[in-house]
């Protein structure tokens, strides 16, 4: 693995910076921190609880603790997502507005950071080409030891199932990325799934939706479609037929994969649609 001496030097004048790593409770972020887990042994695992995470992630966070043999820090906020929705006048957070990931993620990071010189390890595979939301204070210098490495998505799944975690519970039933149950960022069928899942899930987000318009104009989590909406059998019937007619077209033009992806689960999945999501919410 590269080391960052010289990076270290350049930008925090000599001084030992602190060795952080934030954990969102999806694949990347968790193998990384195995992967780093005897190369720099003096890291700080984070993990950023907005109490709005899918059960499954508190399990996966749990048995995670378990592997790297020490203790991962919650930095709960203090103020909940609640708090923050009376804050910004009942607006729910969007990709446009992202008060959620500023709030309940790169603050509550920044303030367990401090001040001092920190190095911040962020889970980008090699093979992926994209951009998200970390903290740009001048304290803080990121970098991507998969992506200087070379590791790619097989890779990464392989570190999974060679430490005995595996994959995120989440993904058995479809849903492609952590973070909050009621991510806007999540796709159409994977709110189906939710609905199947976690019908209370489901129906909370409904009810922070429907209230929305209390605020001012209508809101959807999942673009032009209320849930209530998308939770009509007929509807649910075509999001899982257009579902399986785009997959299906993704396999006819994909090429040859590996053993350790067809047994990581990824048949089916491919994590494209991810690039715009938030990095500390979704890695």
Same mark, same amino acid.
């Given at each position: 693995?590269?080391?960052?001496?010289?990076?270290?030097?350049?930008?925090?004048?000599?001084?030992?910076?602190?060795?952080?790593?934030?954990?969102?409770?999806?694949?990347?972020? +968790?193998?990384?921190?195995?992967?780093?887990?005897?190369?720099?042994?003096?890291?700080?695992?984070?993990?950023?609880?907005?109490?709005?995470?899918?059960?499954?992630?508190?399990?996966?966070?749990?048995?995670?603790?378990?592997?790297?043999?020490?203790?991962?820090?919650?930095?709960?906020?203090?103020?909940?997502?609640?708090?923050?929705?009376?804050?910004?006048?009942?607006?729910?957070?969007?990709?446009?507005?992202?008060?959620?990931?500023?709030?309940? &993620?790169?603050?509550?990071?920044? +303030?367990?950071?401090?001040?001092?010189?920190?190095?911040?390890?962020?889970?980008?595979?090699?093979?992926?080409?994209?951009?998200?939301?970390?903290?740009?204070?001048?304290?803080?210098?990121?970098?991507?030891?998969?992506?200087?490495?070379?590791?790619?998505?097989?890779?990464?799944?392989?570190?999974?199932?060679?430490?005995?975690?595996?994959?995120?519970?989440?993904?058995?039933?479809?849903?492609?990325?952590?973070?909050?149950?009621?991510?806007?960022?999540?796709? &159409?069928?994977?709110?189906?799934?939710?609905?199947?899942?976690?019908?209370?899930?489901?129906?909370?987000?409904?009810?922070?939706?429907? &209230?929305?318009? !209390?605020?001012?104009?209508?809101?959807?989590?999942? !673009?032009?479609?209320?849930?209530?909406?998308? +939770?009509?059998?007929?509807?649910?019937?075509?999001?899982?037929?257009?579902?399986?007619?785009?997959?299906?077209?993704?396999?006819?033009?994909?090429?040859?994969?590996?053993?350790?992806?067809?047994?990581?689960?990824?048949? +089916?999945?491919?994590?494209?649609?991810?690039?715009?999501?938030?990095?500390?919410?979704?890695?």
């Amino acid at each position: 693995m590269k080391l960052y001496d010289s990076d270290i030097a350049s930008t925090f004048g000599g001084k030992t910076p602190r060795h952080i790593l934030s954990l969102s409770g999806g694949k990347d972020s +968790a193998a990384l921190a195995i992967y780093l887990r005897d190369r720099v042994p003096e890291i700080e695992y984070i993990f950023h609880d907005t109490d709005k995470e899918l059960p499954e992630t508190y399990d996966y966070i749990a048995r995670l603790e378990a592997i790297l043999g020490k203790p991962i820090v919650r930095t709960t906020p203090v103020d909940s997502f609640d708090h923050w929705l009376a804050v910004y006048r009942g607006m729910l957070p969007s990709n446009h507005r992202r008060w959620c990931t500023k709030m309940l &993620k790169l603050k509550p990071f920044e +303030a367990y950071v401090g001040d001092g010189p920190v190095i911040n390890y962020v889970g980008l595979r090699a093979d992926e080409n994209r951009t998200g939301y970390i903290s740009t204070k001048s304290n803080i210098l990121a970098v991507y030891p998969f992506q200087d490495d070379g590791l790619v998505r097989a890779d990464i799944i392989q570190i999974l199932e060679d430490s005995g975690l595996g994959l995120p519970p989440y993904m058995d039933w479809g849903r492609s990325r952590s973070g909050c149950y009621f991510c806007f960022y999540q796709q &159409k069928i994977e709110w189906v799934r939710l609905l199947e899942t976690h019908p209370e899930l489901f129906s909370l987000a409904m009810e922070y939706e429907e &209230k929305s318009v !209390q605020f001012g104009d209508q809101f959807y989590w999942s !673009q032009s479609e209320s849930l209530r909406e998308l +939770a009509l059998p007929e509807r649910v019937g075509k999001i899982k037929s257009d579902w399986e007619v785009s997959q299906a077209r993704k396999r006819s033009k994909r090429k040859n994969r590996s053993l350790v992806e067809t047994l990581g689960g990824l048949e +089916a999945e491919d994590d494209s649609h991810l690039r715009d999501g938030c990095l500390v919410c979704s890695i």
